[in-house]
Structure formats: structure tokens, C-alpha cells
């Protein structure tokens, strides 16, 4: 029951995303603050293309993760006696399972 209701939809879904989605606001305000300020060229485009690649990679999970979470509370929620209803919700499953677990790849590529 513990990881059916509350590890899998709250532990791996909805709290990393809200912590991610709030700490991203505050990093891309200071990206559009360091614009104006008179520092070296050099560090501003560092700090532009490190922020630009944090929020990429936080934007790739948060697009990632909603469907496989919504997916699971839904499968959690039906109850079908129908086998090819069945198999559809899970080549469903199966599909954003996949596209989920491409985040963990993503660190490697940006």
C-alpha cells in the first residue's frame, strides 16, 4: 500500500517536480538580472548557458514525468475485465514507463 499510494505517485512524481519547479524560478531570475549588470562578458555567458541548460533539463523532466504519473493513478483507479482494454493501458503504461526513464539519460546529454 505504501508504495502503490504514496512512494511511486508523491515520492517520485509530484514532490521532486514541485521542488524542481520552484527552485527553477528563482535561478531564471537571476539569469534575467545578471543581463543588466556590468560584469565580464565572459562569466555572463557562462552563467547564461549553465541556467539555459538547468532549466532545459528541468523542463525535459517535468514533461516526462506528468504523463507517467498520470498514467499510474490512473491504472491505480481501474478496474477492467476486458483483456484488450487491459492491454491497452498497458502498452500505455509500458510506453510512458520508457519515456519516463529517459530522464535519467538526459543528465549525460546536456
Do not use: W
Request: proline share 4%; with cysteine; hydrophobic share 50%.
Amino acid at each position: 500500500m505504501y508504495i502503490t499510494y504514496f512512494h511511486f505517485p508523491i515520492l517520485l512524481g509530484f514532490l521532486p517536480l514541485t521542488i524542481m519547479i520552484l527552485c527553477s524560478f528563482p535561478a531564471f531570475i537571476n539569469a534575467r538580472k545578471l543581463a543588466s549588470r556590468q560584469i565580464n562578458i565572459i562569466r555572463l555567458s557562462c552563467d547564461r548557458q549553465l541556467t539555459a541548460m538547468t532549466l532545459s533539463q528541468i523542463a525535459f523532466i517535468v514533461i516526462t514525468t506528468i504523463p507517467f504519473i498520470t498514467n499510474y493513478i490512473f491504472l491505480l483507479n481501474m478496474k477492467s475485465t476486458d483483456k484488450e482494454s487491459n492491454a491497452r493501458m498497458y502498452l500505455v503504461h509500458t510506453i510512458t514507463t520508457y519515456v519516463y526513464y529517459t530522464t535519467y539519460a538526459v543528465g549525460f546529454l546536456i
